[in-house]
């Protein structure tokens, strides 16, 4: 006997949003695989789960070359990791890399029958052939935009903004966090899109950095930095296509899968800006911000995103501009810890920019309320009072600071 997961409707809770007919689409809608794509991303959390021990009969797979059997009605990700590879959470080498599971960020992709699909949200099929090495193939993504963008992100540096436009932008599906108020969550978890290459995104955003002549180009998620092998090459031909000094190559990231190697990949590659947002500094409260119910897990992200801020201020403070979010609103963080952030902050350095962002109610908490734009100026008080010189606040009347 083994376990198996099934979602289903809870009819009463559905609101009929159409969110799972839109956006985030299920890839086996006679047959539920349990991928719980759809229970991760129904904005009024209307899907339930359920645990199943059964019986299955069963289906030949081919991977590698090899021959197995593996239980009808899971994913081939599941098939996978129930014939022994390896599957992480973090961009690692020698393993099937899964962070989202919603089918946005295609790192887990492998070759089903020739064509490269998501693993985490495909059905396996009796006779499906599997082939696990990619690296032969351009990888892909879910991208929105380009737009042109008149504030950026919390790395766009303070003094470049005023102009009409300050750079141009994509967000990037899929997300390694579960934040119930995802700020973006129409993009996170978009497994619909057609996919684009690391080539066709940088030539889409210099003509668009050229057409809107500014500095900057900036990616923002969902989260960036979960397929590793698409934003290296993603920054690789945007450098080759834009070798002005003063390009600003932008990367902006949750920070949790920012291990220093990855960071030296990413800086070799040619971005030069990096904006870190570690959620906050108490495990309790980064749990509860991004979703993340594991404790291991959410102190490893956490850990590895504070660690990522350091690496690069005390690496790469030549090279890279480096700002830091935090997110703010009084449902999910006190003034003390925001009191705790940027003393943290100012340790590292007291220059570093800081942007606080008004988290406002959106997907799983339209019961919180946006923080006002004096709470906000109290925030920022606060940061100036534990010694940091350029904190920017986000609030409902536009960006205040430094
Ligand atoms: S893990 Fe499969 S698409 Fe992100």
Request: hydrophobic content about 35%; overall charge neutral; proline content about 5%.
């Amino acid at each position: 006997m083994m376990e198996f997961i099934k979602c289903v409707i809870d009819k009463k809770v559905c609101r009929d949003c159409n969110f799972c007919t839109t956006t985030n689409i299920c890839h086996s809608p006679n047959e539920c695989v349990g991928c719980m794509s759809c229970y991760w991303a129904c904005p009024y959390e209307a899907r339930k789960i359920i645990y199943l021990e059964e019986e299955r009969p069963r289906v030949r797979i081919r991977v590698n070359g090899i021959e197995y059997e593996v239980p009808k009605g899971i994913t081939v990700l599941r098939a996978l990791e129930l014939i022994g590879y390896r599957v992480t959470r973090f961009p690692e080498k020698d393993s099937i890399s899964a962070p989202c599971r919603t089918g946005g960020c295609w790192s887990c992709a492998v070759l089903i029958d020739g064509e490269l699909e998501r693993s985490c949200i495909t059905p396996v099929r009796d006779g499906m052939s599997i082939r696990t090495d990619v690296d032969g193939r351009e990888p892909l993504r879910i991208v929105h935009g380009p737009e042109p963008h008149s504030v950026g992100g919390k790395a766009t540096p303070w003094y470049e903004k005023g102009y009409r436009y300050v750079e141009v932008a994509i967000w990037v599906a899929g997300c390694n966090l579960r934040c119930p108020q995802c700020q973006n969550y129409h993009v996170t978890y978009d497994n619909t899109t057609a996919p684009m290459t690391p080539l066709e995104a940088a030539r889409i955003l210099t003509y668009y950095r050229k057409y809107f002549k500014v500095k900057g180009i900036a990616i923002s998620g969902g989260e960036p930095t979960i397929n590793r092998r698409w934003l290296v090459e993603y920054f690789k031909y945007l450098r080759e296509m834009n070798k002005e000094k003063d390009t600003r190559l932008h990367l902006d990231s949750n920070g949790t899968v920012l291990k220093p190697d990855y960071i030296d990949e990413l800086v070799n590659a040619g971005c030069n800006n990096i904006g870190v947002e570690p959620k906050g500094i108490r495990v309790e409260t980064f749990m509860k911000i991004t979703g993340i119910k594991n404790r291991d897990l959410a102190e490893e992200y956490l850990n590895t995103s504070w660690n990522a801020i350091k690496y690069i201020r005390d690496k790469y403070i030549e090279e890279v501009y480096l700002g830091v979010g935090i997110p703010y609103n009084s449902a999910f963080m006190t003034l003390d810890e925001i009191r705790e952030i940027g003393e943290r902050i100012a340790d590292i350095d007291e220059s570093i920019q800081v942007c606080v962002l008004d988290y406002f109610p959106i997907f799983r908490r339209r019961d919180i309320k946006r923080p006002s734009p004096s709470q906000m100026l109290e925030v920022k008080k606060i940061l100036n009072e534990v010694g940091l010189k350029f904190v920017i606040v986000q609030t409902s009347l536009g960006h205040i600071g430094p």
